[in-house]
C-alpha cells in the first residue's frame, strides 16, 4: 500500500516472535475473487445499515473530521464505533509494533486530502468505466486516477514488489507482475456480474483486490480508498468521503489483522464485516463532528 511499512506480517505472532533476526518473506496469495458470496440474515442487516450511513457531503468538515477521529481515538476516552473496529489480538500487535503514531496521523492526514481530490476529479469517469463494454476503459482509468495519487503510479508495475522488512526481519512479497493486468480485468468483470451485491460488498472487495494485486510501485492504498467511495457511493461524488485511513489507524491495527486473516483463510465474510463497522464508525464521528461545529461555545463548554 501507500506507506509500505503498513503492512506487517501476522505470521507466527503469537509464537517465537523474538527469536530470529533473519528476513522471513510472507507470499501473499494470489487474488481469488468471491464469485460465490453467501452472507447470514445478520451479515445481510449489519450491510444493510451500513448503507444507510452514506450520505451527502458537508463543505468545509474535512479538518474537524480527521480532528474527532483522533480525539475518539484515544485510549481511555475510545468512541464506542471506532472501538468496534478493533481486533481480539489488537492489543497485541499494539505492543509489538510500537509504531510513531503521531507519523501515521501526519501522513494519513496528507494522503487523505489527495484521496480526496483524486475522488472528486475521476469519480464519475471511475463508476463509468467500471460499467463500460470493454475491461480496457477500466484499466485507461485506474492509470488516470493514479498518476495523480502518485508521481510513480503511471503505469502498471512490471517487478517484483514487496514490503520492507519490520524490525523482526518479515515482509511480505505481492504477487507477481503477471498477474496485475489480469486480476484487474477481472475485477472488472466481477463488479459487472455482482450488481445484486450490496455495493460495501462490491467497495470491500475492490479495497483488498487492489492490496493485493498492488498494480502500482506506490500509491495502491490511496487507490484502493478511492475505489472503495467509489462504489460504495455509487459514482456520486456529492455523497460524504469515508476516511478509511484515519479510521484504520483507529482499528489499532485490526484492519491490517482482518487484511491477513483474509490472505490466511479466505474469510471475506469477516472483511466485509469491518468495511461495515468501518462506514458505520465514519458516519457517527461525522455526527459528532457536525454537532461540535454547529453547538454554540456556551453550550458545549458552559
Not at 512479497?173 to 493486468?181: D, G, I, K, L
Not at 489483522?257 to 465514519?282: K, M
Request: include cysteine; aromatic fraction near 10%.
Amino acid at each position: 500500500m501507500g506507506h509500505l511499512h503498513e503492512f506487517w506480517v501476522l505470521t507466527n505472532i503469537m509464537r517465537d516472535i523474538n527469536s530470529s533476526s533473519v528476513t522471513t518473506v510472507y507470499a501473499v496469495p494470489s487474488l481469488n475473487l468471491p464469485w460465490a458470496l453467501r452472507f447470514t440474515a445478520a451479515e445481510l442487516q449489519r450491510q444493510r445499515k451500513a448503507q444507510k450511513c452514506v450520505v451527502a457531503a458537508v463543505d468545509d468538515l474535512d479538518a474537524r473530521l480527521l480532528h474527532t477521529i483522533a480525539q475518539g481515538s484515544i485510549l481511555g476516552r475510545r468512541y464506542g464505533a471506532l472501538a468496534r473496529l478493533d481486533h481480539v489480538l489488537s492489543e497485541h500487535a499494539m505492543r509489538m509494533r510500537g509504531d510513531d503514531m503521531a507519523f501515521k496521523a501526519a501522513e494519513a492526514g496528507r494522503k487523505y486530502m489527495l484521496e480526496k481530490q483524486a475522488y472528486r476529479r475521476h469519480c464519475s469517469a471511475l463508476w463509468a468505466a467500471l460499467h463500460a463494454d470493454d475491461s480496457a476503459v477500466f484499466l485507461q482509468a485506474l492509470l488516470s486516477t493514479g498518476s495523480e495519487l502518485d508521481e510513480f503510479a503511471t503505469s502498471f508495475r512490471t517487478v517484483p514488489m514487496g514490503t520492507i522488512p519490520d524490525s523482526k526481519g518479515r515482509c511480505r512479497a505481492f504477487p507477481n507482475a503477471s498477474e496485475v493486468t489480469l486480476g484487474l480485468k477481472q475485477l472488472w468483470e466481477f463488479e459487472n456480474k455482482s450488481v445484486a451485491l450490496n455495493p460495501i460488498v462490491r467497495a470491500a472487495v475492490f479495497h483488498y483486490a487492489i492490496c493485493v494485486l498492488h498494480p502500482f510501485r506506490d500509491g495502491n492504498g490511496r487507490l484502493a480508498r478511492v475505489l472503495f467511495n467509489v462504489l460504495l457511493n455509487r459514482g456520486n461524488v456529492e455523497k460524504s468521503y469515508v476516511p478509511c485511513r484515519q479510521l484504520f489507524n483507529a482499528s489499532r491495527f485490526g484492519y491490517e489483522i482482518r487484511l491477513h486473516q483474509l490472505d490466511s483463510e479466505q474469510d471475506w465474510n469477516a472483511l466485509i464485516d469491518f468495511f461495515c463497522d468501518v462506514v458505520v464508525a465514519g458516519y457517527r464521528m461525522r455526527k459528532k463532528s457536525l454537532k461540535r461545529r454547529t453547538t454554540p461555545v456556551k453550550e458545549r463548554y458552559g
